[in-house]
């Protein structure tokens, strides 16, 4: 069996799937190696039942919480007073985060577009999150057609906050109907 990929082919010799582990061995798997080992990835969502932050909302039914209660009906909106609208979760701990999760509101004026999403330990006393370390950024605008937008770590970070905030300085609101942060299980 032979895998190509970006670093040229790999000639399997051997696999074997056991106790949830994947090992391949064989030529090619870089010097001095016989063998990779895979473990596999547990993920648990934990954003369900934790304290949120954010810019004033427009309405109290568009309140912060709207965005972790499980219901695509409902949504947080700010009041479109601020210039770079945030949301904030607190984790409660400091858990490495694998990938963050948005279902944004569609808006056909691209409401949802320019929104960095970052990770922090400690609240910044200005609701600038920008500072944080960057999880990743939505250009945009957003269609209805892409569904959830995810944002997955390449590297791992760790932080008690998570918080979406657009870049730009603008009065587009920042409006999302479903929010989940996927953690790793030690």
């Known amino acids: 069996m032979y895998h190509h990929g970006i670093y040229g082919a790999i000639r399997i010799i051997k696999r074997s799937l056991e106790d949830g582990m994947c090992e ?19 993920l648990t969502e934990v954003s369900r039942g934790k304290t949120v932050m954010s810019s004033k909302a427009y309405r109290s039914q568009f309140r ?22 945030w949301w904030v979760l607190d984790l409660e701990a ?12 569609y808006h056909h004026t691209g409401r949802f577009n320019d929104i960095g999403v970052f990770v922090g330990s400690s609240l910044p006393n200005d609701s600038n999150f920008t ?9 945009g605008p957003y269609t209805e057609s892409e569904g959830h937008v995810s944002f997955t770590c390449t ?3 760790t932080g008690q906050y998570v918080a979406f905030q657009r ?3 603008t009065s ?13 299980v030690p």
């Open 24 to 42: 391949l061995r064989g030529v090619g798997l870089g010097e001095h190696k016989t063998s990779l080992v895979f473990e596999p990835l547990t």
């Open 64 to 85: 912060a919480t709207a965005a972790i209660d499980d219901s695509n009906e409902t949504f947080y909106s700010n009041d479109g007073q601020s210039l770079q609208p």
């Open 94 to 105: 400091q858990p490495i985060i694998h990938t963050v999760v948005v279902l944004p509101v």
């Open 131 to 139: 500072t944080w370390q960057m999880l990743g950024h939505y250009t």
């Open 155 to 157: 590297s791992d970070i």
């Open 167 to 169: 870049i730009s300085a």
């Open 172 to 184: 587009q609101k920042l409006e999302m109907k479903d929010v989940k942060i996927y953690v790793k």
